[in-house]
């Protein structure tokens, strides 16, 4: 069985929309995949409405969190999708996200890159506009080669010279609140330096304390040094080792499947999970 936990689509910052999504995934030769679109559960019903004999899919999203003046990422897993306090709380990010993208395009502008909010908003389309879109358009003029380029302290990484904060969740109360509606913890690609600071270990097994599932252990952004030190510290504080492709479609060099998670792990956070159950597809191998 092939496990792929982390997707994205046109429902946030993904490229394919979510019928697309789920019949790529069942081309890529997967059994099961997540569809975790940032902050939003949009997606979830274009995507079981589309999909494919044989791929069971897993609804989530991927909350946007802050801890220390550090972002992480929180996936959540078969949570209620209606409970009221989650709800609310993505709401309030999704509802940020407009604004935050207009204050990073007038700083663009500030240091010369004439990106203009319409050319942001006609790459988002439907989605929920993120920084992705914003670096799609840098990458549209000409300002840099890539998506990734983007993405550093010239640009738009945290604390970079066009970045601007939202409202985001503290990463305790994420917890509290996906356990409360059912759901599944996961830390998307914690020791993804990369990307910025990440959060020192000692925090790690702070939110395991307070309930946290799961790392996401195997993915595109760990070198195999750092996938084998996450192995030894979901081990030590027995946590569930997660692995997954975070795919964007066309917007991010990951491909569907690249990571996968072991089918024990999955089934462990199915038997966690009391706020929903996996879809399976007509003929799918169900939970």
């Keep these: 069985m092939r496990v792929d936990l982390h997707t994205h689509s046109t429902a946030s910052d993904g490229t394919d929309t979510p019928a697309e999504l789920v019949r790529n995934a069942a081309a890529a030769g997967l059994d099961v995949v997540a569809l ?3 902050d939003t ?3 979830h019903a274009a995507a079981i409405a589309a999909l494919p004999p044989g791929l069971t899919l897993v609804t989530g999203a991927e909350l ?3 801890l220390g003046g550090v972002g992480l990422h929180m996936l959540a897993y078969l949570f209620d999708a209606d ?10 990010v999704r509802d940020d996200r407009v604004p935050r993208a207009q204050a990073m395009i007038g700083k663009l502008q500030e240091l010369g890159a004439p990106v203009t909010w319409e050319q942001v908003a006609r790459i988002a389309g439907d989605g929920s506009v993120g920084r992705p879109h914003i670096a799609e358009a840098l990458v549209e003029l000409g300002t840099v080669r890539s998506v990734s380029d983007a993405f550093t302290p010239d640009w738009l990484a945290d604390g970079g010279r066009a970045y601007v904060e939202k409202h985001e969740l503290d990463p305790f109360d994420a917890i509290r609140l996906v356990k409360a509606a059912g759901g599944v913890t996961v830390f998307a690609h914690p020791l993804a330096v990369k ?15 307070a309930g946290l599932d799961g790392i996401e252990v195997d993915h595109m952004d760990h070198d195999p040094a750092t996938r084998a030190r996450l192995r030894g510290l979901a081990t030590d504080l ?10 964007h479609g066309s917007r991010k060099t990951c491909v569907l499947g690249e990571f996968t998670t072991d089918p024990e792990i999955y089934g462990e956070i199915t038997r966690r999970a009391a706020g929903a159950f996996p879809v399976p597809g007509a003929g799918g191998p169900g939970a």
């Design 83 to 92: 409970e009221p306090e989650l709800l609310r709380e993505r709401e309030l």
């Design 195 to 209: 990307r910025g600071e990440v959060v020192p270990e000692s925090a790690i097994a702070e939110l395991t304390a």
């Design 64 to 66: 946007s969190c802050r």
């Design 36 to 38: 975790t679109d940032h």
């Design 41 to 43: 559960t949009r997606g």
């Design 238 to 247: 027995g946590l569930l080792a997660t692995g997954s492709s975070d795919y």
